[in-house]
Nanobody, 113 residues
C-alpha cells in the first residue's frame, strides 16, 4: 500500500520560509506525478503545486513565484519550498499521489501576521 509521510510544517511569521518534505514508499516513485495540496479551515482542499516524473511543474496562481516544488527520485522524496509566506497560506498541507488517490496525514503550516 502506498505510503506518504509529510514533515516540515510549523509556525512562521509573515514573510518567512518553510520547506515541506514528503517521503514516499511502496510504489515506483520516479514514474509518477506528485503534488501538494492544502486545506484551510472551512475551505475546500486545493492544489498548490505538482511535478511530473520528468520534472515539469505547475502551480496555483496564488503561490506562483513564492513556492517551488521539487523531487529527488533517488530518495523517493518530494519537497515544497515556501518563501514569502502570508497568513492566507495557513493550512494543513498534504502530499498526494494522484494516480492512486493516496494522501499523507498532512502537516500544519501556520503563518502569523
Amino acid at each position: 500500500q502506498v505510503q506518504l509521510v509529510e514533515s516540515g510544517g510549523g509556525l512562521v511569521q509573515d514573510g518567512g520560509s518553510l520547506r515541506l518534505s514528503c517521503a514516499a514508499s511502496r510504489f515506483t516513485f520516479s514514474n509518477y506525478y506528485m503534488s501538494w495540496y492544502r486545506q484551510a479551515p472551512g475551505k475546500q482542499r486545493e492544489l498548490v503545486a505538482g511535478i511530473t516524473s520528468a520534472g515539469s511543474t505547475n502551480y496555483a496562481d496564488s503561490v506562483k513565484g513564492r513556492f517551488t516544488i521539487s523531487r529527488d527520485n533517488a530518495k523517493n522524496m518530494v519537497y515544497l519550498q515556501m518563501n514569502s509566506l502570508k497568513p492566507e497560506d495557513t493550512a494543513v498541507y498534504y502530499c498526494n499521489l494522484r494516480s492512486a488517490n493516496a494522501w499523507g496525514q498532512g502537516t500544519q503550516v501556520t503563518v502569523s501576521s
